[in-house]
């Protein structure tokens, strides 16, 4: 039960009362966001793990993802978004490794996620090709404001997920007409996670900050370090995106 106790905390007030359903200039622009247009993006993950019971710092969170956009020909409106992300938990003092999400083998986390925009609706749906299961619909609503350049969106959810984490809360900025792109697209993230052996007795509730760096090199160095070193496979993705967006059940 402690995962729906905090949703009401987390749900903030970025957007005002203006704020409407996303729209298909909105949805553009947050895949772009997301996941680029065709070409490999590199976002970047910073953050904390917070034991939910004392509120104590358990973790520092540092994570990485490349990623790719996928047009569906099959399905017009829908985006994929073909990624392979990692996580590591540092101590937060020491900055000693304690875990990696989800480890060393980059196929454990090949995700594809798909991003429609039907009826005036958002539709996210999530897929993976090793695990031989179907797609997943993913409840929430994405609701949206402009002011001037930069669009805010926001998507509030709890849902049931594996092993027992269960996406809370999304906020996106984006901004196409910004001279960075580490401030043209960036996101904030929290989700509650089941106890962590070594790092946390208890439920953690983690909340990350994402950027989108402009190439492999803008990588902070200890993240880069630990890919290169521990798990290369996590900097690339393969050349066959279509075959993975098949093996996770969806239609290229």
Request: charged share 25%; with cysteine; hydrophobic share 35%.
């Amino acid at each position: 039960m402690y995962r729906y106790l905090y949703v009401g905390a987390l749900i903030t007030g970025l957007l005002s009362s203006s704020a409407s359903a996303m729209d298909r200039e909105d949805f553009a622009d947050y895949v772009w966001g997301r996941a680029g247009d065709g070409e490999i993006i590199y976002r970047v993950s910073t953050g904390a793990a917070y034991d939910i019971d004392t509120g104590k710092v358990v973790a520092r969170l540092e994570g990485h993802e490349v990623a790719r956009a996928v047009k569906s020909t099959a399905e017009p409106g829908t985006v994929y978004h073909v990624a392979r992300a990692m996580l590591i938990y540092r101590h937060p003092e020491t900055d000693a490794v304690l875990d990696v999400y989800p480890g060393s083998d980059p196929d454990a986390l090949t995700s594809v996620s798909a991003y429609s925009h039907k009826d005036g609706a958002f539709i996210y749906r999530f897929g993976s090709p090793a695990s031989n299961m179907p797609p997943r619909t993913i409840p929430g609503r994405v609701d949206c404001e402009r002011q001037g350049p930069v669009l805010y969106c926001l998507r509030g959810t709890s849902y049931e997920a594996e092993e027992g984490r269960s996406v809370l809360e999304y906020r996106w900025t984006v901004d196409r007409t910004s001279s960075s792109l580490e401030a043209a697209a960036r996101s904030e993230f929290a989700e509650t996670e089941p106890p962590h052996p070594g790092i946390s007795e208890g439920p953690v509730l983690i909340r990350l900050t994402s950027y989108r760096a402009p190439d492999w090199e803008s990588v902070p160095d200890t993240l880069r370090e630990w890919v290169e070193t521990q798990a290369p496979g996590f900097a690339t993705l393969p050349e066959d995106t279509t075959a993975l967006i098949e093996a996770a059940g969806f239609a290229p």
